[in-house]
């Protein structure tokens, strides 16, 4: 059956249990209604009329980067659409989507236009098959500038990762700028510095920024400027980071306030095993460099590591680097990226913030 052939799924008595798209792959079907309704385009326009209306709800003032549309979160599974100020970039996942992408785009147009974007970028395909083509209106520029909760931050909506941000970590982002003032701040696995630039603006003292990709470091650099922070606050490392933290423990240095958000370790469910054991290893690396009553923030993107792996692995990392460890908060995903309660893998999100108690 072609992908994006409308499907339906029957009980063994012959009755309507949910409606579909067919797909390749090990997702035989997507499945966007349990009712006994056409999939068309009033339905696409239903639902992401939905979406908009919620995120007028929880997008937070100050903000015009969110995400608008969020997959099987909004009941459009492999459809998932970020706002960046005057463009967004529409993601679509599988070979269902991508036959369905004209109507998606015209379901999608009045929505975008609602905000004032003038222009929506389409990814498709992964790593060496992604395509990334202008689906309507203008094109972006190289890089576009936004605000989270008044913080600026710049977006590339041709290469960068995920849509062009991590903008689930806006929550997390917010935090660290409260907590931030007169802290000595190492931001691990930094990308465009969105955690550095927070921790400046919240009055750390220092913040060190770490990434193995020059260019993720550079944007690092730009973030920071785009802030008005001072430059000689911000100190860069191109580094591959268990290396960086071996030498700064071998130099005894020790940080208030340590981000671990690693790129995920376990991209599926076979690499669960190993991944589990780079988050221990991690988490009591990060630890020994912490100093007395200072803060840890560790951040899983993993959906193949639910919560309470996550909370293990840091337990043992802290047992380990021989801490006790205060939480003070446990959070996930933002408002503007809903999960089904049904469906707990779209828990892919998972952050601790602790307080070292020694």
Not at 208 to 214: L, S
Not at 219 to 238: D, I, K, P, Y
Request: proline share 6%.
């Amino acid at each position: 059956m072609p992908p994006g052939t409308i499907v339906t799924a029957v009980d063994e008595n012959n009755r309507f249990v949910a409606r579909g798209w067919a797909d390749e792959g090990p997702i035989a079907i997507r499945v966007l209604t349990v009712r006994d309704e056409p999939i068309d385009a009033e339905l696409l326009h239903r639902r992401m009329q939905a979406a908009h209306q919620l995120r007028l709800r929880v997008v937070p003032p100050q903000t015009d980067a969110f995400r608008l549309v969020h997959g099987e979160g909004d009941r459009l599974p492999g459809v998932v659409c970020d706002v960046y100020g005057k463009f967004a970039a529409l993601q679509l996942d599988g070979a269902a989507a991508v036959v369905w992408k004209k109507r998606i785009i015209e379901a999608l147009v009045p929505v975008l236009e609602s905000y004032g974007v003038r222009g929506l970028m389409v990814r498709s395909g992964r790593r060496a098959q992604r395509a990334v083509t202008v689906g309507w209106g203008e094109s972006p520029p190289q890089e576009v500038q936004v605000q989270e909760n008044g913080l600026r931050l710049s977006a590339d909506l041709y290469h960068g990762q995920k849509t062009g941000l991590f903008l689930d970590h806006r929550p997390a982002r917010a935090l660290v700028r409260r907590v931030a003032r007169g802290l000595q701040v190492l931001d691990l696995y930094s990308y465009v510095g969105g955690f550095s630039a927070s921790a400046g603006l919240g009055g750390a003292a220092s913040v060190h920024t770490v990434d193995i990709a020059p260019q993720a470091i550079e944007h690092a650099q730009r973030t920071w400027a785009l802030n008005g922070l001072a430059s000689e606050r911000q100190h860069c490392f191109v580094s591959d980071v268990p290396t960086f933290l071996i030498e700064q423990a071998g130099a005894r240095r020790r940080y208030d306030l340590i981000i671990a958000d690693p790129p995920s370790f376990a991209p599926n469910e076979a690499s669960r095993h190993a991944a589990l054991a780079a988050y221990r290893k991690l988490h009591q690396a990060c630890l020994e460099l912490l100093a007395p009553e200072g803060f840890f923030l560790a951040a899983s993107c993993s959906s193949h590591i639910d919560r309470r792996d996550f909370e293990e692995v840091l337990i043992e990392g802290a047992d380990r680097a021989k801490r006790s460890l205060q939480v003070l908060d446990s959070s996930g995903a933002p408002p503007d990226h809903p999960r089904l309660l049904a469906f707990p893998e779209g828990d892919y999100l998972k952050v601790w913030f602790a307080r070292a108690l020694d």
